[in-house]
Each structure stands twice: as structure tokens, then as C-alpha cells.
């Protein structure tokens, strides 16, 4: 028997807690702050650890021991969670606080590509606004702006149409921000975006399946970006030759530069590109796995993980091998939106603006599959909603119409006031007609 602990919260950490106990018989997974809706005795809440002090962690651990600890919160990996951790002698995986950077600084994730060989779109750094304006009318091309550090809702990127689209990013970026105004604006690059995810261990790493995340809020990849309104894995242009393409243009090169620049990096990082005519190009850099990508990604593994995180501890990892099937997974998030479009006064939900939590939940146990985000029990024991994404949905089947179709057969089950989804989760990756082919790519994969 042995024990870990996941400081994590959200769809993620619960996948990852469901992967360690699905794939290891014999580990017990505490889990902070973790969950208290989770009905299974292996995965036990610690609702006293905050990603904002590790302490909190500390003292758990020093009633109750772990043979390791696994953190995979930005908040508490920018915060410098493993550092401190580490420092009282406890085996960690985690990047650094200072390897955490390259996520929760845009220019700095951008800078290490750059310096290391890895593809990443034109792109310029700016503090003073005009400077930025002035350079984006100078562009022979359309922009993306992004403000610097880490956004609540992950709707730090504004993907822009024209250059007053992305002057008006700025002008909003100089609002919000005042004196630490800080944006990247760099080349809008149009292609097929994948989500690219890896387990880092020394100068080794473990290739995991690779994503497609549905960012935009509504309907018709249509709204803002937002942290994710599901996914689909795996991608429908993975094939061995990508792999090998990604690993030489992206992960090779990125793990050479951790090494280079001395940074302490071990754990998942989940890397964002874009498939472009002249090859992969990096759009984001992100140390943890990505959410709702772990929800498709992570149930399609069968290999011991607990045993793979001991080969990130002790070094071999370059020798594990991952055994995943061969489903395709569509997960689909299922949110706290407004609990009455009709009545102007009413919240207006989430991501779009403040919402209403605490609603009941109703229908969890019908559900296959789910991995719960923001989802707690109340005094009276019944789960109530506690955030923007409250659970995640997932279907499995043999191509990407079963898959999403037993998703939204899953979807239908569950219900609380408010409750909002997209409906056109994967719906452009399923073929017409009957049977189901493999999709051919173009067009088909939101490149915004
Ligand atoms: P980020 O905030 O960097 O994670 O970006 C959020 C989303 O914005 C990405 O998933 C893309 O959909 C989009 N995006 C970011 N950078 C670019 C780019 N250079 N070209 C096109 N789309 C982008
Ligand atoms: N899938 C989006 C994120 O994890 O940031």
C-alpha cells in the first residue's frame, strides 16, 4: 500500500486522482483541496490545502505521510508550491516556481521558445500601449493580443479580425491593468490548433496522447476564449508522423532548453500549437496538464501511473512505455450560466460575467463518466454548484459520432438551475452520412 498526494482541484485533478487509483491498486490519493463529491474511498479530500500557502500542505503531510506529492495547480506551481515543499525534504513533481514562469508569463513561456529553437508565431513585448498600438498598425498581418500574466478564466488572448479589433485589445488590456499593463502581440496564425501534452522527468519526457480543446464559449467556436468547454482526444491528425514531427520541432527542444537554462522542471506540461503549412508552431506553453484536455486524455491510459511518477522521481522515465486504447473520448463541460435569460436583473453566468453558485445538482449518479470541477456538499449533504465549470461529461466510443454521442446522452442526465453547455462539442469532426470514417482535417478542427 502506499500513499500520494494531488494538490489540485477542478475536472483535471479529479482525472488525475481517477488515473493513479483506475491504474494502481494500491495507492491511496489524498487530494487537496480537492473534492468532496467524488464517491470513491481512494481518493480522499483535503479540504484544508490552499494553492495559495503552502503551508497548508505541510501540515497536512506532517500528520500524514505520502511517498510523494504531485501538484499540478498553476496557482500553487507559480507560487512556488514545489520549491517549498522540496525544502522540507518531500519528494515533489512539479515545475519550480521559477520553471512555472514559462505558463504564468506569456513573454517569458514565448522568450524560452524563441531561445531554444521552438517555434513560436512573430512577436513583439510592451508596457506602454502606444507602442503597442503603433506596432500593430505596422503589421502586415492580424494579431492576437495577450496581457502577461495569468487570467481567472483564461481569457487572457484576444484572437483579433483586424488591427482595431486589436488596438481595442490593448485599450482594454491598459484599462483593466493601469501601471503593470504588459501584452504580447504577436501574429495571428491560422491552421489547426492540438493540444500537446508530455510527462517530464530529468531530461526525459513521455509523449501523452494528444487534444483538441473547444475554447470558445458559445456555440459555433463562436464568444470569447474561456478556459474550455470540452474536448476531444485523440486529435484527429495524430499519427505516428506527427508525433515524431512535435517531438523533433517542439518537446525535444523544449526539454533541451529546461536543462540549458538550469530550470528545475519535472511533471506534465501541455504545450498549444498550432499545425501550419510550414509545421507545428507553439501558441501557449502551460506547466500542468491542460483542463478539459486531462478529462479525454487521461482516461485513455492504462499504465501505472503511480509507477510512472516514481520513474519522474528516480529517473528512467525515457524507458516506460505508455499503454493507452485506442477510444476516442469527448468530454463536455457543463457550466453555471444565468438562471434566467428572460429577467434582465439576473447574473449573468459564467464566463460572461458573475453567476449564481450553490445550486443543486441533480443526476450524478446516472452519470458513466464525469470528472467534477467546481462541485462541493453542502450542510445538508447534497452537491451544489461552487464556480464557472462545475463538472465535465465524458463520452467514449470507437470514432468521434459515438463518442459524442454518448457524451451528450450523459449530458442529458444531469441538471441544476442554470445549467449551460455547448451543444457542437466535436459535431464538425463527425462524418455525414452513415459509419464513421476518420475525419480528414481541413476545416474541421476550430483554428480560432
Ligand atoms: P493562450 O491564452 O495563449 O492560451 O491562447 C488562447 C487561445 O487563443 C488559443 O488556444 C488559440 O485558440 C488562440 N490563439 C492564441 N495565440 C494565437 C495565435 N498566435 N494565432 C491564432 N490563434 C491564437
Ligand atoms: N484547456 C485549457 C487550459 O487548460 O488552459
Keep these: 500500500m502506499t500513499a500520494v498526494l494531488v494538490v489540485d482541484g477542478t475536472g483535471r485533478g479529479h482525472a488525475i486522482c481517477d488515473l493513479m487509483t483506475r491504474t494502481n491498486p494500491a495507492v ?21 490545502i490552499a494553492f495559495d500557502d503552502p503551508g497548508t ?42 520553471a512555472a514562469e514559462l505558463e504564468a508569463s506569456k513573454e517569458r513561456g514565448k522568450l524560452f521558445c524563441d531561445r531554444h529553437g521552438v517555434p513560436v508565431p512573430a512577436y513583439g513585448v510592451f508596457t506602454d500601449p502606444q507602442e503597442a498600438r503603433s506596432h500593430i498598425r505596422s503589421r502586415p498581418y492580424t494579431c492576437v493580443v495577450k496581457t502577461d500574466g495569468l487570467t481567472v478564466d483564461g481569457d487572457g488572448s484576444i484572437v483579433c479580425e483586424t488591427t482595431g479589433e486589436a488596438e481595442a485589445a490593448v485599450e482594454r488590456f491598459a484599462r483593466e491593468h493601469g501601471d503593470d499593463f504588459r501584452v504580447v502581440v504577436e501574429e495571428r496564425l491560422r491552421g489547426t490548433e492540438i493540444s500537446i501534452f508530455a510527462l517530464i522527468g530529468g531530461d526525459e519526457y513521455l509523449m501523452f496522447p494528444s487534444a483538441v480543446d473547444f475554447k470558445r464559449a458559445l456555440d459555433g467556436d463562436s464568444g470569447k476564449n474561456c478556459d474550455g468547454m470540452g474536448s476531444v482526444a485523440p486529435h484527429p491528425a495524430d499519427s505516428p508522423a506527427l508525433r515524431e514531427r512535435v517531438r523533433a520541432a517542439i518537446l525535444d527542444p523544449f526539454v533541451r532548453g529546461l536543462r540549458r537554462d538550469g530550470l528545475d522542471y519535472s511533471g506534465f506540461v501541455y504545450i498549444g500549437a498550432m499545425l501550419t503549412d510550414a509545421g507545428p508552431v ?11 484536455e486531462a478529462e479525454v486524455v487521461l482516461p485513455s491510459v492504462h499504465s501505472d501511473f503511480v509507477a510512472l511518477c516514481r520513474s519522474v522521481l528516480a529517473g528512467g522515465l525515457g524507458r516506460q512505455r505508455l499503454i493507452t486504447d485506442d477510444l476516442v473520448r469527448c468530454s463536455v463541460a457543463l457550466t453555471q450560466g444565468c438562471l434566467d435569460p428572460l429577467d434582465p436583473d439576473a447574473l449573468p453566468g459564467w464566463p460572461f460575467g458573475a453567476f449564481a453558485q450553490g445550486q443543486p445538482v441533480s443526476g450524478l449518479e446516472d452519470v458513466d463518466v464525469a470528472f467534477y470541477a467546481n462541485l462541493r456538499r453542502d450542510a445538508a449533504g447534497v452537491p451544489v454548484t461552487c464556480g464557472g465549470r462545475v463538472l465535465h461529461v465524458v463520452g467514449a466510443g470507437h470514432g468521434y459520432r459515438e463518442a459524442r454521442e454518448n457524451a451528450y446522452r450523459q449530458v442529458r442526465r444531469v441538471s441544476f438551475p442554470g445549467m449551460r453547455h455547448r451543444d457542437d462539442i466535436a459535431i464538425g469532426l463527425v462524418p455525414s452520412g452513415t459509419g464513421e470514417k476518420a475525419p480528414t482535417l481541413a476545416g474541421n478542427v476550430p483554428s480560432r
Excluded at 491511496?28 to 484544508?48: A, K, L, M
Excluded at 496557482?75 to 520549491?83: F, K, Q
Design 28 to 48: 491511496t490519493v489524498y487530494y487537496g483541496p480537492g473534492c468532496d463529491v467524488i464517491g470513491d474511498e481512494r481518493v480522499v479530500p483535503v479540504p484544508s
Design 57 to 98: 500542505a505541510l501540515a497536512f503531510l506532517r500528520t500524514t505521510p505520502v511517498e510523494f506529492v504531485l501538484v499540478g495547480n498553476i496557482d500553487a506551481l507559480s507560487r512556488g508550491y514545489v520549491d517549498v515543499l522540496r525544502a522540507h525534504g518531500h519528494q515533489v513533481i512539479g515545475p519550480a516556481r521559477a
Design 282 to 292: 507553439v501558441i501557449e506553453v502551460n506547466a500542468r496538464f491542460g483542463d478539459s
